[in-house]
């Protein structure tokens, strides 16, 4: 139990800190909202779909920073790029096949759908996590459809709060989304896709998205793009991704994204 002065150090710094994280804005000459970041802003990146196409994975895995990688569980090359990524540095995670909306969006091996029940969710969970080595944490591929029911998400986290060492992102393909939810509830640390950088594939328009992210970025104080293995995405990314140091923003991990987002709630939830 932390005593009188103790308690009062513990507020104060708290108080700071959250201070330190808010973005000061004043309309600009167009009034819109420009914002200031009073401190570094922090962006994580995952890079989906891997596991079918090496050499597109080793562009990936080259890449600036701590770009996680997210293989699809049950692919060719799974394995080997699972390893490659976490001898260079790479937070590796399960991209993790839901059932989508769209009965044309297949999903592939391992996937989770409606009718699985729940002894059939934990076993392919545990055989998906068993194909890609050295996996960190878990995103959903697709699932448009089954992220919006609790009780299917709340298995789901369950097997995740079971290991104990895995965190979630929501890919947050559809806005009825209940998987970061469960996840809060039970305990996983977790957060949720900002951007997707190239539904479009062009240069332009992965562009615009990634300035999106730069600018959710400085008004929140920290923000997650996915991407995939495009060519003209990691064109884009291995010539921008160097530069964002000097802008003051810090490529960081998805992981430590996670953990700083769950530290965060955790000082909010005692306080209150």
Same mark, same amino acid.
């Given at each position: 139990?932390?005593?009188?002065?103790?308690?009062?150090?513990?507020?104060?710094?708290?108080?700071?800190?959250?201070?330190?994280?808010?973005?000061?804005?004043?309309?600009?000459?167009?009034?819109?909202?420009?914002?200031?970041?009073?401190?570094?802003?922090?962006?994580?990146?995952?890079?989906?779909?891997?596991?079918?196409?090496?050499?597109?994975?080793?562009?990936?895995?080259?890449?600036?920073?701590?770009?996680?990688?997210?293989?699809?569980?049950?692919?060719?090359?799974?394995?080997?790029?699972?390893?490659?990524?976490?001898?260079?540095?790479?937070?590796?995670?399960?991209?993790?096949?839901?059932?989508?909306?769209? &009965?044309?969006?297949?999903? @592939? #091996?391992?996937?989770?759908? =409606? !009718?699985?029940?729940?002894?059939?969710? /934990?076993?392919?969970? %545990?055989?998906?996590?068993?194909?890609?080595?050295?996996?960190?944490?878990?995103?959903?591929?697709?699932?448009?459809?089954?992220?919006?029911?609790?009780?299917?998400?709340?298995?789901?986290?369950?097997?995740?709060?079971?290991?104990?060492?895995?965190?979630?992102?929501?890919?947050?393909?559809?806005?009825?989304?209940?998987?970061?939810?469960?996840?809060?509830?039970?305990?996983?640390?977790?957060?949720?896709?900002?951007?997707?950088?190239?539904?479009?594939?062009?240069?332009?328009?992965?562009?615009?998205?990634?300035?999106?992210?730069?600018?959710?970025?400085?008004?929140?104080?920290?923000?997650?793009?996915?991407?995939?293995?495009?060519?003209?995405?990691?064109?884009?990314? &291995?010539?921008?991704?160097? @530069? #964002?140091?000097?802008?003051? =923003? !810090?490529?960081?991990?998805?992981?430590? /994204?996670?953990?700083? %987002?769950?530290?965060?709630?955790?000082?909010?939830?005692?306080?209150?």
């Amino acid at each position: 139990m932390i005593g009188g002065s103790g308690a009062n150090r513990f507020y104060l710094g708290t108080c700071i800190l959250l201070v330190a994280r808010i973005c000061w804005s004043e309309p600009g000459s167009d009034g819109a909202i420009a914002t200031i970041p009073l401190d570094r802003v922090r962006i994580a990146v995952i890079i989906d779909d891997l596991g079918h196409v090496s050499r597109l994975a080793d562009r990936v895995i080259a890449l600036t920073g701590p770009v996680a990688c997210a293989i699809l569980p049950h692919t060719p090359y799974a394995g080997s790029i699972a390893r490659q990524a976490h001898a260079a540095g790479k937070e590796v995670m399960l991209h993790l096949p839901l059932q989508a909306v769209a &009965e044309y969006e297949a999903t @592939g #091996l391992g996937t989770i759908k =409606i !009718d699985t029940t729940q002894a059939q969710l /934990l076993r392919i969970f %545990k055989s998906n996590i068993a194909s890609v080595p050295h996996v960190v944490g878990v995103n959903n591929h697709m699932g448009s459809l089954l992220t919006q029911h609790p009780g299917h998400m709340n298995w789901l986290m369950g097997a995740l709060k079971s290991r104990g060492d895995l965190f979630f992102v929501d890919s947050y393909t559809s806005e009825a989304s209940v998987a970061l939810q469960m996840a809060r509830e039970h305990g996983v640390p977790s957060t949720r896709r900002d951007v997707f950088l190239d539904n479009v594939q062009t240069r332009t328009a992965i562009d615009k998205e990634f300035q999106r992210l730069k600018q959710l970025a400085r008004k929140r104080g920290s923000a997650v793009a996915i991407g995939h293995p495009y060519p003209v995405t990691l064109s884009y990314l &291995e010539s921008t991704l160097p @530069g #964002l140091a000097s802008e003051g =923003i !810090d490529l960081v991990s998805i992981g430590d /994204l996670v953990r700083e %987002k769950r530290n965060a709630i955790n000082v909010e939830l005692a306080q209150n």
